[in-house]
């Protein structure tokens, strides 16, 4: 199972971390990605890590602006973001696979409850 927590409200051009624990398996050889799911769109991908943390893949719209990372000891990926803007207002999702690293959402196995992350202008 996987939680993803540390949504909330924030400014334009503010910051939020965004965790996600999986409980029930270890993590430390999976492949860990998050998504992000706006009213009335698709869901996104935004990013992707690899079981050692020493690839990472972005999208384009956040590359410089999120850092996602992972600490396999405590069973948690992060998603750093900065410079948050409105557009990013959506729930966010981490996600799982054990042989998938890439940016298509059905790939995953493993979907965790999302987090909701709202930037006022």
């Known amino acids: 199972q996987l939680q993803a927590s540390g949504g909330g409200l924030v400014q334009a051009g503010g910051s939020l971390r965004l965790s996600c624990r999986a409980s029930?398996?270890?993590?430390?050889?999976?492949?860990m990605g998050w998504f992000c799911q706006a009213p009335g769109k698709e869901r996104e991908f935004l990013a992707t890590?690899?079981?050692?943390?020493?690839?990472?893949w972005y999208a384009e719209s956040v590359k410089g602006r999120f850092t996602i990372s992972r600490d396999n000891p405590k069973n948690t990926v992060y998603l750093q973001m900065n410079s948050l803007k409105p557009e990013d207002t959506a729930v966010y999702y981490c996600?799982?696979?054990?042989?998938?690293?890439?940016?298509?959402?059905?790939?995953?196995?493993?979907w965790g409850q999302g987090t909701q992350v709202t930037v006022s202008s």
């Open positions: 890590i690899n079981w050692s943390g020493g690839s990472t």
């Open positions: 029930g398996r270890a993590l430390d050889y999976y492949y």
């Open positions: 996600t799982s696979d054990r042989d998938y690293y890439g940016d298509v959402g059905r790939h995953y196995d493993f």
